[in-house]
């Protein structure tokens, strides 16, 4: 043994050593840089084959949203009338609704990394991390584009004199990017790091998601709930985020820096505990799937 | 002394066996608050074998003590039976998966022909998927522009080049893989011939590939495979692995025939237990035997020796035309021939249910020095395969006759060696060729 590792240690600096175990917390940072390119042409392929052989083709990153607001407007205004904080429904739903995709989007493709990516992991080895980055920065590029359309209804509804009143909290907007990026990013990959172990998670998580987004005031704004259930809803860390980006941009809503801390804080616990289950997953589950 | 690329301390590799889903939550739970009260891991493991199976019955050392160096520059062939740990030492290289203890130290880029075509989308075009595969083994996108040219030509698919893969024929599509692992010119290359299915072109195509990276100096492959005579071709040196240890390592002759002498115990002689033999509801396969003329097992066979194959089978009913076959293949898995009992003067005849032996008579003076596989098909013509690909192997180790004569090889070129009748006449007339 002795002569193994002088040997070891004579053959001077490797490039690279592999460890049973890494460090329980271990971000490497340098090798997602060295694998940039990948993340980018990963991002790519997502968008090239998710609308090849479609006749509306990138179209449907509009229409998705239009039609969920649409929908929204009929069943949650019209129909259960549902208070929308005096705001034009139409305006009330597509921010709530480009909000929620983009949480949603991050949250559902993340959770299913590891199992979409079994044989892809079980050939060959790049950072992990990198296939969770390319799904939030995929997620964001169509927030983007379904961000543009908000503000052109936002343009069209303030140039007919809506009561709207967009304000300098608008300059937040990278925050809360940010929070509701991280939110769900971090829940995806606990979720996915879990699945590699509790199949059941999977099924689980579709009702989960929808029953997260009816209790974040996605489709009813907070105000519209009796005083003393208010605390239950903001218990809910998204709820700072939805609601302050309703306050930015349509000058309705509550916002409150207290509350954005809460939410921060939030997601750094999230984050740090997705990164601590995720090294630790992503070492071995090949042997388990 | 040179450096090493490559070196591997007591590396060893646990499987969890059986069903992962049922019972490990509670394990882990187990786990989980042991570690909270300060007690030992229950599941973790131990030292002796013995208290591993008592904790758990369901651990697996796929591998066990690796210690391996190699040398920058050199060609290893590892070698070993199926389920030696050949796969898994490769997992642990590529990083796919963790060791449980040790450590592997690795110099330079480490690439591997196992991966081809790893993440090649139906819908992006070959040039993107050219980009992505690449990214995906590691190279950036200067990298792979600066051999874009070279991959293209290689694989021959320049045309194409802007058309999804999907409408690639899967000849191309393998073209196109492979180039691009090809020109990965990594520092290690690991070739696993197992997983590198594909046509026989394909498969030269990789070994040429290997001998030519293996002759720019600096590369350091590991090959592994099942074929001896590559493993001889292209390795100067080997490790032999055998229940996840190494058992031998050194110059690729000794290490191979120490694989071979390890085979040879059961090799000549496939009999299966009544209730695992393979059978459908028609028929049962009991056995496949290699015999020399005495009828013996454990005999060296020489290339004058008659062989029979003989196999033993019972119908469980009445089955009209029915053959059994068996295919001969050397050790460059070529097919040297196939022939069936229908050849029998019965054999066409409906057979009665019952116990059968079927022996195939391979005549002495026929077959050169090698390894063999005798794989055994009972079928019905244009109709089932019943049984398939059942295979027993045997190795003729003696040259009887060297139809050359005195020659420096050992033995004469060619996969087979007949004894052909020749005859030597002696023209009478002068020598000049124009008299003829």
Known sequence: MTSSQDRWYSAGEWDLEIHPQRPWLAIPVAEIWQYRDLLLLLVRRDFVSLYKQTILGPLWFLLQPLLTTLMFTLVFGRIAGLSTDGLPRILFYLAGVTCWTFISDTLTKTSETFVQNASLFGKVYFPRMIIPLSIVLSSLIKFGVQFVLFLAFLGWHLFHGAMVHPNAAMLLLPLFLLLMGGIGLGLGMIVTALTTKYRDLRFLLSFAIQLIMYATPVIYPLSSLPGEYRWLLMANPLTPIIEGFRFAFLGQGVLHWLHLFYSTGFMALVLFVALVIFTRVEQTFMDTV | ?436
């Open chain 2, 1 to 436: 002394m040179p450096r090493l690329a490559l070196m591997m301390e007591d590396v060893s590799k646990q499987y969890r066996l059986g069903e992962v889903g049922s019972g490990t939550f509670a394990h882990d739970l187990n786990r989980w608050f042991a570690k909270i009260l300060g007690r030992p891991d229950p599941l973790a493991p131990v030292g002796r074998e013995e208290d591993q199976i008592a904790a758990n019955g369901k651990l697996m050392w796929a591998l066990r003590g690796i210690d391996i160096a190699i040398e920058q520059g050199s060609v290893v062939g590892i070698i070993g039976h199926n389920g030696a740990g050949k796969s898994t030492l490769l997992k642990l290289l590529s990083r796919v998966t963790a060791p449980t203890t040790g450590r592997i130290g690795i110099r330079g880029r480490l690439a591997s022909l196992l991966e081809v075509g790893t993440g090649f989308h139906p819908d992006l075009t070959g040039r993107e998927n050219v980009f992505l595969n690449g990214a995906i083994m590691g190279m950036n996108r200067r990298e792979i522009q600066a051999r874009l040219d070279e991959i293209v030509a290689f694989a021959g698919v320049a045309k194409y080049i802007d058309t999804p893969v999907k409408r690639y024929s899967s000849g191309m599509h393998v073209r196109l893989a492979f180039a691009v692992a090809a020109h990965l010119e990594p520092d290690i290359l690991i070739v696993d011939e197992v997983l590198a299915v594909g046509d026989a072109d394909f498969q030269a195509k990789c070994l040429g590939k290997m001998e030519d990276v293996s002759q720019k100096s600096g590369r350091t492959i590991l090959f592994v495979s099942h074929n001896m005579a590559a493993v001889q071709r292209l390795c100067p040196q080997a490790i032999l692995l055998e229940q996840g240890r190494v058992v031998m390592e050194g110059k690729t002759p000794q290490v191979i025939s120490q694989y071979l002498d390890s085979a040879k115990v059961a090799m000549r002689l496939t009999r299966w237990e009544p209730d695992y033999c393979p059978a459908t509801s028609q028929v049962r396969l009991y056995s496949i035997a290699v015999r020399d003329i005495a009828g013996r097992l454990d005999s060296l066979l020489s290339t004058l020796n008659e062989i029979r194959i003989e196999i033993d089978y019972a119908l469980l009913q009445d089955i009209p035309e029915l053959r059994v076959a068996i295919q001969l293949i050397d050790a460059d898995a070529i097919v040297l021939f196939s022939s069936s009992d229908c050849l029998d003067k019965t054999g066409r005849k409906m057979r009665r249910a019952g116990r059968y032996r079927s022996i195939c008579r391979i005549p002495p003076g026929l077959m050169t020095v090698g390894r063999y596989v005798v794989q055994v098909f009972i079928e019905v013509p244009l109709g089932d395969v019943l049984i398939g690909k059942q295979e027993v192997q045997f190795e003729i180790n003696e040259l009887g006759l060297n139809p050359l004569g005195r020659t420096v090889k050992p033995v004469p070129p060619g996969v087979m060696l007949p004894i052909l009748e020749w005859q030597i006449q002696e023209l009478i007339n002068d020598a000049s060729p124009e008299a003829a």
